[in-house]
């Protein structure tokens, strides 16, 4: 007879399983920001114990409680849909991540993925390093293993992220490096001394063009 734990995927006692269950649940009139709050510490427990199914290892989703009147059992039907928000346990953030879509011969979100390549500030969600990902590499090229694949999609999109931010950190750079440029012409041309000749005076406005030029360009960055 096969376990309720192996069932579930998750080592959870069934009092910890039935407060699984209702944990992605948002009460009614709660945000996700006080769902996430309320949910927090115990969430916290469940990760550090390994106590989380497969399917909410990477991310929580969450769920809100609607119920319908069944005029035929003459009693209320109730579900929990997914409404498009989850907790990235990356960054622990919410993220907005729209409606589930099939992607790698499963079920995901593509904005979860999305945020990952992109706004996600860890990157635990990956779970494979290089050296690893290497020999996953080489096996897959033998025989087709689903988990060997989507952990080197979960790799691929750690390396757009990486990407995306050494970018944003040479734009930052640039900005910087050019502000810094304008503040000491500024500076400059501010503190010019008096009694200027009319070539001096010439070419101080020369450096004012400069500067509005620089300004112009980083703007545009």
């Given at each position: 007879?096969?376990?309720?734990?192996?069932?579930?995927?998750?080592?959870?006692?069934?009092?910890?399983?039935?407060?699984?269950?209702?944990?992605?649940?948002?009460?009614?009139?709660?945000?996700?920001?006080?769902?996430?709050?309320?949910?927090?510490?115990?969430?916290t427990y469940f990760r550090k114990n390994d106590l989380l199914p497969t399917q909410s290892k990477k991310y929580l989703e969450a769920r809100k409680?609607?119920?319908?009147?069944?005029?035929?059992?003459?009693?209320?039907?109730?579900?929990?849909?997914?409404?498009?928000?989850?907790?990235?346990?990356?960054?622990?953030?919410?993220?907005?991540t729209g409606e589930r879509t099939k992607n790698i011969g499963n079920y995901n979100h593509i904005g979860m993925e999305r945020h990952?390549?992109?706004?996600?500030?860890?990157?635990?969600?990956?779970?494979?390093?290089?050296?690893?990902?290497?020999?996953?590499?080489?096996?897959?090229?033998?025989?087709?293993?689903?988990?060997?694949?989507?952990?080197?999609?979960?790799?691929?999109?750690?390396?757009?992220?990486?990407?995306?931010?050494?970018?944003?950190?040479?734009?930052?750079?640039?900005?910087?490096?050019?502000?810094?440029?304008?503040?000491?012409?500024?500076?400059?041309?501010?503190?010019?001394?008096?009694?200027?000749?009319?070539?001096?005076?010439?070419?101080?406005?020369?450096?004012?063009?400069?500067?509005?030029?620089?300004?112009?360009?980083?703007?545009?960055?």
């Amino acid at each position: 007879m096969v376990s309720l734990s192996v069932l579930r995927s998750t080592n959870c006692t069934d009092v910890e399983w039935d407060e699984y269950v209702k944990m992605p649940q948002i009460l009614k009139g709660e945000t996700p920001s006080e769902w996430m709050k309320r949910i927090w510490e115990r969430l916290t427990y469940f990760r550090k114990n390994d106590l989380l199914p497969t399917q909410s290892k990477k991310y929580l989703e969450a769920r809100k409680l609607i119920e319908l009147w069944n005029k035929y059992r003459g009693n209320y039907d109730s579900y929990v849909p997914e409404i498009g928000i989850a907790i990235c346990f990356s960054c622990d953030r919410l993220v907005y991540t729209g409606e589930r879509t099939k992607n790698i011969g499963n079920y995901n979100h593509i904005g979860m993925e999305r945020h990952w390549t992109s706004h996600c500030t860890g990157n635990t969600f990956c779970g494979v390093n290089y050296d690893e990902y290497l020999k996953i590499k080489q096996k897959s090229n033998s025989t087709y293993n689903f988990d060997n694949e989507y952990a080197l999609h979960r790799y691929r999109l750690w390396m757009q992220n990486a990407i995306k931010k050494v970018e944003c950190a040479r734009e930052v750079g640039k900005k910087i490096r050019a502000c810094t440029i304008i503040q000491r012409k500024f500076i400059e041309f501010m503190y010019r001394p008096d009694g200027m000749t009319a070539k001096q005076l010439a070419e101080h406005y020369q450096l004012l063009w400069a500067v509005r030029e620089e300004m112009r360009q980083v703007n545009n960055v």
